[in-house]
């Protein structure tokens, strides 16, 4: 079992420096969270890197030159890139596995293993890693949720992918051992076959039947030999296949950038129009900046003119009154207009004094006119709030200049890549061709292959009977010989029942296993459990053992987890689930469940989530004391992220 | 140590030898099995193998 320990990574895709995750217990669930382009592929393929040199995309694998931060590249920091993966095996032996690259060096690859101490010989590490977590397994522990959806193809699909695919799930259920054992007791036998035509055709009597038997045996052999040279044929055909389409598949890349380009650029423009709405909007409160400058001493020379205004306009007012008064007591006869008494002369005098006192000069009007106007004036000066519009206004031009700015840095990302993929259309037309020619001689050597196979169990065959014709010859075989003869032959018989009982078994346990898991995540309470098919290829039954029909991508994502999760508990590599957007496809409550039952899927799972891809307070509640640490894949700028603790 | 997957295959292949195949001798059968299991460990080829089994054979047979 393999137990994640830390892993360190340095200028790997948007990782620049070093950046580590420490797995501190030995089992329970890792939550990395980050946006779109923040680096959760870059982080599922550090680790795919680390164990198996490779790099994958969404639509294949990635040149692993790519990877080599480019912040650090271009800063001439950095000319490569490092992954170290530190793990236990069987909880006790320390395994250190770090891999680098550097581009310009001849292999740009180098792979250093450190096992309980000593460091391995170059060719060592290689078939050490390998043993350890076989690249053809590694779809079951490092992938991303949309993978899921190839297991779908096991339930009706043939093809080398699907062939592919059961072959890795019979080798985690261990039953290539038994086919090897058959294979190698067959060698064996033909051993023993040509040991006894030898002795045959020492004897007259029985001199032709021996010279029949080692022609029949040497045809057998030729024919395995042959067989053996079409299958190498057929692996390095295959091998060129997957360039060309690789190339291609680039291709498709290319034309995705291309139109990812044209959106970014439409989008930059739309930005600058932005940017400029956004300057003139600043440029119109920008005039009346100078009041906020000038505002609080406007106030203060204001306060001061007030305090002049203030007892000249009272008396101003007091004399306008009292003139007032005296024209009505003019006009009166003698009776006020107010209170309808008789006034004499004394109280008509203390009017009139009291006018005399309250009224102003000419000058002094003349000067309150002045000060009211310039108090008018300061008055507007320091009313409103310009400063909060400016500071508004300003904010919004920064964000759109720092929209425009990430938006030309994706652009020139793209362009990049674009420059990378580096594919013509005439090359596409030229690895179509190839392509095509590539497909015809596969289905030819498949055929031609399939063809010897019949051949050689026609002879298979032809020696047992001609074997059989000289079972009673009178000249007895050499005891040893003999013996190899019945034991390699019962072997043989022995490993191939054993590895028809055992397939059928182990597809039996699968099926229940899976279908534990899958109970324990689905909400759908009709579904009550999983079939399984000769290929591996699971469906959802109701209670009458019905299948049910065109299931939804939810589901298909549900029972691919729950066949993960049996092949892990039959594997003897168990080991920890890495999964970039483990969620996509799931609503909330089968979300909840599938994170309750992660602990019976892996013993360590590392998510690699987008932000609102769960309720945190519900991912939470269901992982309880199984969740160990969550992170943040923070972000530096558009091309450099980093690993922080959340 | 043996991992339950392979007590499991070397379960089921005791299981068919008593069934079927008794006169094949026990420990021979599981001798086999268990070069193969290493060989995958070891990354041993098939050849290398087969040499191994011939060997038990002929000393199985050898010492009976």
């Not at chain 1, 490092?142 to 062939?163: H, I, N, P, S």
């Not at chain 1, 009458?544 to 508990?569: C, D, F």
Request: aromatic share 4%.
């Amino acid at each position: 079992m393999i137990e994640f320990r830390r892993i360190e990574i340095e200028n790997f895709g948007p990782y620049r420096g070093i950046n580590h995750i420490d797995f501190s217990s030995r089992t329970g669930v890792w939550v990395a969270y980050g946006a779109n382009g923040r680096g959760k592929t870059s982080l599922l393929n550090a680790f795919r890197y680390a164990l198996y040199g490779r790099v994958e995309g969404r639509v294949g694998p990635i040149p692993v030159d790519r990877m080599v931060n480019e912040i650090a590249r271009e800063a001439g920091e950095a000319t490569g890139f490092r992954v170290t993966l530190d793990f236990t095996l069987g909880g006790t032996e320390e395994w250190e596995v770090t891999r680098t690259y550097e581009m310009g060096r001849s292999p740009g690859e180098a792979l250093r293993v450190s096992k309980a101490g000593y460091v391995l010989s170059r060719e060592a590490a290689q078939e050490a890693v390998a043993a350890v977590a076989p690249p053809e397994l590694s779809g079951f522990f490092l992938f991303d949720a949309e993978d899921l959806r190839k297991y779908e193809m096991l339930l009706d699909q043939d093809g080398d992918a699907v062939a592919n695919l059961r072959a890795a799930i019979e080798r985690v259920l261990g039953i290539p051992f038994l086919m090897r054992a058959s294979a190698s007791v067959s060698e064996v036998n033909d051993q023993a076959m040509k040991l006894i035509a030898e002795h045959l055709k020492k004897d007259n009597h029985t001199r032709a039947a021996g010279e029949s038997l080692a022609e029949a045996q040497g045809i057998k052999t030729q024919l395995l030999e042959e067989r053996q040279k079409e299958r190498s044929a057929l692996i390095q055909l295959q091998e060129r296949l997957t360039r060309v389409e690789e190339d291609l598949r680039q291709h498709q890349v290319s034309a995705r950038v291309v139109a990812k380009l044209e959106s970014e650029r439409a989008l930059l423009d739309q930005l600058k129009g932005q940017m400029r709405t956004a300057t003139d909007d600043l440029k119109e409160v920008t005039p009346a900046l100078w009041k906020v400058v000038l505002r609080s001493s406007c106030e203060r020379v204001l306060a001061a003119l007030e305090s002049q205004i203030s007892p000249l306009r009272a008396r101003a007012d007091a004399a306008t009154a009292s003139r007032h008064l005296l024209q009505k007591l003019e006009e009166s006869d003698e009776v006020c207009p107010y209170c309808t008494q008789g006034l004499d002369a004394e109280r008509e005098r203390a009017v009139r004094d009291l006018l005399i006192a309250t009224d102003i000069s000419a000058e002094e009007r003349a000067s309150l006119g002045r000060l009211e106007a310039d108090a008018k004036i300061l008055g507007a000066m320091t009313r409103g709030e310009p400063s909060k519009v400016l500071a508004e206004r300003a904010r919004r031009l920064d964000e759109k200049r720092l929209d425009y700015r990430e938006c030309q840095e994706r652009i020139d990302e793209l362009n990049e890549q674009l420059e990378a993929i580096g594919i013509t259309e005439a090359e596409v037309n030229s690895r179509n061709r190839e392509r095509n020619d590539l497909i015809i001689q596969e289905s030819n050597l498949k055929k031609r292959i399939d063809e010897i196979e019949e051949r050689i169990q026609g002879q298979e065959a032809a020696i047992t009977k001609l074997r059989k014709k000289v079972q009673n010859a009178p000249n007895p075989l050499d005891p040893a010989v003999a013996e190899l003869e019945r034991i390699s032959q019962g072997l043989k018989s022995l490993f191939n029942k054993t590895a028809e009982t055992y397939r059928e078994r182990m597809r039996k346990e699968v099926e229940v296993k899976a279908g534990e898991i899958f109970l324990a995540i689905r909400t759908e309470e009709e579904y009550k459990g999983l079939r399984i098919n000769d290929g591996y290829g699971l469906s959802i039954v109701d209670e009458a053992g019905k299948e049910i029909p065109n299931r939804s991508a939810g589901y298909e994502h549900l029972v691919a987890l729950a066949l993960l999760g049996a092949l892990q508990s039959f594997s003897p590599n168990r080991g920890p689930i890495v999964v970039d957007s483990p969620f996509g496809r799931l609503d909330p409550l089968n979300t909840e469940r599938v994170m309750k039952a992660l602990p019976e899927i892996a013993n360590q799972a590392v998510l690699l989530v987008f932000e609102g891809e769960f309720d945190r307070d519900v991912a939470v509640r269901a992982l309880q004391e199984h969740l160990v640490e969550e992170m943040q894949l923070k972000r530096i700028s558009a091309r450099e992220t980093e690993i922080a603790k959340r | 140590m043996a991992t339950n997957r392979e007590m499991k295959l070397f379960d089921v292949l005791e299981e068919v030898r008593e069934k079927e195949f008794s006169d094949l001798p026990a420990t021979l059968v599981r001798e086999i099995l268990a070069i193969h299991v290493d060989a995958v460990r070891d990354g041993a080829t098939l050849s290398e193998t087969r040499k191994r089994i011939e060997a038990n054979i002929r000393e199985h047979g050898a010492s009976e």
